[in-house]
């Protein structure tokens, strides 16, 4: 195909729309989907959860030549180092249970600061998912940890922020009241994420998810429980717009 | 009894306890609980719901000369109608469904100010539930409507009926956030009542409901769905303490 | 204030500041909002759901002298021929139970052009909720309707549409597939909108809903069931980063 | 009863008519269902979660000399190892937690082709057990792994092989959206398999399983959450009708 | 690409395939897929439920020159009223609330018997549905009504009629009992429709599909509540494999 | 068969026990059970809920020459006037909404006295069904109303008679806690009833349904919410024991 | 008050209801119900889970005096290796979990049989747990294990020991379908016993506990999942009605 | 400000506003709140589940210096013993799982008795949470254990204690039945605690939490699962009222 670029037989766009939609690699237990960066702007990003860590590390393989970042996420640090002897340069952050592996600096695509918020001290695992994803995505990213709604001046006192932010992800557990709080003060989008973080009826996560859903403010979306990655890369999407 | 009490062959502590746990009158389809003013400091309220309108009558003539207040809650209009043709002092409240029978004014017995807090408008009818039983109970009570956390700043500008209160009431539906804002701006006892307004996963109030059983702030407890009266009444009973 | 501004004493971003946060005005039964196009961009939408035509035109009372827009959403037909009697240059749309009552011709802000997509036939009224959401906020908005995941060819004929988005809203009931599908052609966000369109198993649309939480595609955020004005709002806010 | 049957005093249809609903061996724990065979086409196969080593042993001892193929379900290493150590000749496969143990090559008896597609790299243990329970069953069975919505194009990439079977098993966490897609595409009968695949309110696979439910195709049946098993059987059934 | 073919340009495999893809006609409120047919072996079945009378008319209108029979499910006397009024030679079924419009009679093409059952009385018209779609897609079908598992006997008396069938349909409300002893009976696929019939913890049907997707017999796969509809569908591509 | 026990060629006991399993008789839409009082010692009971009054007195013609009672339960007095025209010495119950007909008085069959308990005045339809299906079945039976925990007084006021029950039936909704109570006072069987009596977060009697399910008193077993006529049935049942 | 029977100041009868109503041995972590025996017929049973080996020790020497059976439920070996070093004569059933402390032989007190009949090898344990309490309280028990409704034949194979029941106790996990089948075989009380047997969409045993309480066979009630204990004593005190 | 209030600039009353709502100190993981004893009466306690023992004792290092009493809940011994080898003078309490950390005696300010009350043995760990933190906040606080509601005497045998209170917490899960009873006989107010003890249908507590929200009697309210140091909380504010 890129003869038949060359020779002028086929326009750019032209090639370029085949490629977009070009079939994966099959490796028997996965598809590998390497004209993605292309389609969609950022490569397949792994979910680590339930494969392993020899099944990451073919997939890696398979991406490695052809992609500048690689991420991969829900990694517990058993399987991340046995990933990591195999690629040096990658980093692990425990926190987040996140693999970045990415090629020399990431240049800042997206057009203004995305903010991520939590409510509490055990919500930050899953802020740090987002955060680091949407950073990969090429992103100025900001962070204001702890401030929920028990105790609201805390909030109030990073407006200045709050107020500068072109998007915000708040992540919240328990009642998950804090998005529909902080989506209020701000003409801007805000992405929830409601979190396991609770005990009892807060039915892991379920209660603060179905807070979010059903928030008065309007200018809200909700991702999946504990989805800091979705909420990450929907924000850096929205940044782009 | 009372002659024993007169001839002194019975202490008046003693008779007031045998008072306290006399059997209730059964009239086939109902016991009404003629000393439950002796033992809880305020008559039998009648539950409407369910109940024909012939059944509420015959409890209210059961009640009536030995009570000054009686209450009927979750009265639709046609039922209070046929009601209030027999009782011709009681009136009725459509927006709480309930019909309030004092004969006389009530004296002040709380010590503190009651305030009812409502997120939106459609929360009002709850609220009043709540505010007719308080004051039926002897209390003065304050109420502030529409002040939901999509738009917190409405709430801060009554900041000071909220901190002058002994005990506060939130009624909230949708994702039921309020009562956990208010209970942390106040050092006092929040009841929580979550409504079935909303849509969706709202489900009739479920969402609201959990929401506030997983408060971050600690001052709260959470009465039914709708329950309007049992949070006016919990009310009181704390307003009493 | 305005005399301070004008004398220089206050500048003009702290008075825009503290008009940003002004009290809202309490009519009793509703706390007005009137400064809310001022800090969110876009006046106080009513919730006509659960309110009486009466407290509906009543807080339009109140708005119409400061706003060029007024929305009233979830209104039946009862409901808005009461309230257009009264005004009479408000349009009721009755597929998505909406008063649009604009006053001339609303400039477009947005950047780029909002897609909604439906899944089936039964899913236009939320999607129109939603399309009039957009439109009254200042956005170009197209639709697709019908083009369900089981006859995946008719939503690939709209391929151009599709891709041509700045943000896409996909509204489906039942399983709820097609917002991944969807978000899997894209590389901009796309805001999923569960109905309660199904029978049996799909609970009033907690099917669909769950379906879009869990989606496989990361580029997604999901609103509340049946939520086509949200949709609309977010959309729209996304639209003007 | 054979002698009957010899001196013609019961007709062959008659005897195995009779053998068909004789009673099961008694062993105390389980009543072995020696004439399955015969009924259903099949040798009971045995479950293995929540029984023992030693009473799978027990119930395979009794079926060993009546059966040439012997199907153990969801049986952990540990169990498998102690009861290989017995049978020799019977296989474990560790990914679908099954011990197959055939005497001798199984007859092809299935008239078409059975396809098995999964939406993810996680799916494939639950899609491997329905892959050896038709194979045991008599059938020619293909497999496509890691073809999920979110990249439909891979899906597509396989269209001959899906549009030949004649029987298509899809195996799907997370949304469970697949199967629609797939069964949209066939005019062929489809099994759909939910796995506990995912997190959060996935629910460990109650919203794939209320997604396929609810398809709009109509081509579709579903069986229990990763049911690997009964979707290999149910397929293996069809294709001999 | 008729005239294509007919010049030897195209060949008629090519030329199918090719239809099988075409795009459906967009008529705004719904797109219609005319090849259906051709792709699926059965033209699209309106679904009722949701849509107007006048949009059912719309579809039939444009699918009438194209199809020999047009199936309307999910509609009530009324609406089926105002359809019949347009489509005289359309016939209403009340008890399956289904409009059943075929242009001569229809060729039996499945291969064997297909069997529906009901456990109750109440569970008739859901049964109704499948049979009647069943027949429409050319397969001879018995029915057997009221054999529940709480008189076991009834159903043993229909014995040798469910050991003829190729396929079978059990569908029962309640505890959702009777598809797993019937698939214990049989070496056949077994299709199990749940229904609504019930009260308290039925659920709606909730118990009568959980039930049948933990049936301990192997050859059954489950369709979504009262889905008599899904089942007929799905009986009938089995009949054809 | 009568004859062949005339003859003594089958003995009487082989004649019952034939009997007893004869098939039922199929009237198209039911399978009547001719012999269900031979076997169950009680003939069927017609389940009114979702049968047309013609379908029901269809069945009851059938079961008219055979039986001495014919119970049908759940009809509304719509149906009833219908059924009742047709049977005139009928009975209709229409808190119960039963049907009860008997030809001459019933013979007290059961050895000891069953008391039926209700916690509320709402709760007392079920209750009457449990009262007249267990009197329907030869049955002394006593019933003590409307005392529920709130004020357990009432109930000890009554603790002959509850000591003095050889089976109870104690039917409650709101928190269902009555059960518990009364179970830890006798060593006697409880069969607790659930009623959907309640709102909110009653589920339409769910809270109580699962309460008594998980009573911390060991004699009392649970049938389904609002089945008062199982109860009847099941306390006629233990009663004979 | 012994002595104030021996002088005939007390009558016997008054003794014995003062004596049933005396208050229980406070021991800080428990209060011991002492005479249990006399009120309800058997010493109150030790729900082991929860409690610490140390504390059950300490309640079984406050009763042991007292009770010539002593019973332990839930609890597991190492709990119970603790306390047989304490009570040397005591035993422990590890299939049930549970510890029997017998001081010489149980006569039999129960009028009929109660049979204990399981759907798999999988419920034999909670079966066991109800076998082990009904011997306890002086019942003869019978048990059929593994004859579950995949293959009805099984059951019926067992018609004449089930037929002679007093009482049943039917145990099942998964669909929990057997239940209804033997109640419709018998004129007998079936106590239902759901079990947590099953995966996926079982839930922990709910979906068997949903279907037994939806039976259409009257003569069934049911205790919580896993209950068999519950279940035993409940069909103690009905075998002694 | 303590200069401008020293110099007669800012009045005391209003240094005192400004304190209550100082901004938190911010260490990034956490924002602590030093001024909430002034705001709340009470120092923020330490919710301890899901953050690090070096998180807890960071913020304990914090705060340290400004209060006199630290509570850290939720905290099991491993990370216990951490924190107290840095604060020698921390008690770990292991029954309630809390680390109480008190200078000096704490001054009883509660005006009456505060009453703790549990329905069985399993659920004294939660009311020892309740206990201390009722304690810690300055009230005299009594514990009744194990009086739950299947043997009621043993809960009356407490009466005069239970009457003496000034408000209860009654703790207790399985059918949660007991506040209920508690509350029935007392006019104060009643702090309901599901627990989590139970198994099958108790869901985690769920059947408690519900059986206390819909509770007939009207003084009570709730809070959320295992939630000791909410009802212990609220306790002590009511008691301050």
Redesign the interface.
Known sequence: MLNAVSKGETSIDDALHSLK????E?I????I?HH?SL????PE?I?G???SAL?IIGIMERMDPWENIILVT?TDPEKAAIILSRFKNAQYHDDAQMIYFAKGSIPVIG??VIVVIT????D?PVAKEAFLTAKAMGNHVETI??????????LF?HKDMIESA??LIVVAG????LP??V???????V?AV?T????????????????????????????????G???G??AA???R?
């Open positions: 939609h070009l079939s994966a099959d028997g237990y996965a598809h989907d993605r389609r969609k702007g950022f990003v979910f959860q339930n494969k099944q829900r057009k203004g409510a509490g001290t055990s930050i940890f702890d401030v929920g709604v028990a105790g609201i001046h805390r006192s072109s998007v328990m009642e998950g009241a529909s709080v989506a209020g003060l701000v003409d801007r989008p992405i409601p396991s973080v609770g005990y009892g009826s807060s039915f892991g996560g379920l209660t603060a998810l179905l807070s979010m859903l059903n928030s008065c403010s309007s200018n809200i979306a909700v991702v999946n429980i504990d989805n990655f979705g909420a890369y929907m999407m929205i940044n717009v």
